[in-house]
């Protein structure tokens, strides 16, 4: 299905060929027949588009040319009931169309979550391994053997930013009388 994907003319030059088609058949056969399904072709072929609304517009020409048939076919059942069996197939034609548009609308937010997520992946950083670190003062040494505070390390190697206090212990024990 990817040369489809890939070609999307040929799919639409695929799909007014089979709507013709459908048009042309009809057309030669009596009121009565159910040959108003033979519309759900094209309008299933759009669900390879990208387009999100093409099921719209292929439902919507094949609607006007089903009510165009009724006037022009040849006569087989009274009028009314062909027009009955024509409106079901239109509403059969405009439940698939909704359907195909509702799950490339999911398809299309689904892509857009994980190429969030994808981006959301790149800007993370992690800091992995063992660190040497002093035992008085908690400087670290980094990969060129150079000693440098935890913060500026920490910062160099990740999106954390640092904000200095004093907790509560260091608070009675180095500031109280």
Not at 56 to 67: G, P
Not at 103 to 129: C, F, N, P, S, T
Not at 138 to 165: L, N, P, T
């Amino acid at each position: 299905m990817a040369s489809i994907e890939k070609s999307p003319r040929l799919v639409s030059g695929m799909i007014v060929g089979l709507i013709a088609g459908s048009f042309l058949l009809d057309l030669s056969v009596p009121l009565g027949v159910h040959d108003w399904a033979l519309y759900l072709i094209p309008l299933c072929i759009t669900f390879w588009l990208k387009d999100r609304h093409s099921p719209i517009l292929v439902a919507a020409s094949c609607t006007v040319l089903i009510y165009v048939e009724l006037l022009l076919s040849p006569p087989g059942i009274p009028f009314t009931t062909a027009t009955v069996k024509r409106s079901l197939g239109v509403l059969v034609l405009w439940l698939m169309a909704l359907l195909i548009m509702l799950y490339k609308r999911g398809d299309e937010e689904r892509l857009q979550l994980i190429g969030e997520l994808r981006e959301a992946m790149a800007e993370l950083k992690v800091l992995k391994g063992i660190l040497t670190i002093c035992s008085r003062c908690k400087q670290i040494r980094d990969e060129k053997g150079q000693w440098q505070a935890v913060e500026v390390y920490v910062k160099d190697r990740s999106s954390v930013d640092f904000s200095h206090i004093i907790c509560p212990d260091c608070l009675d024990k180095h500031f109280t009388d």
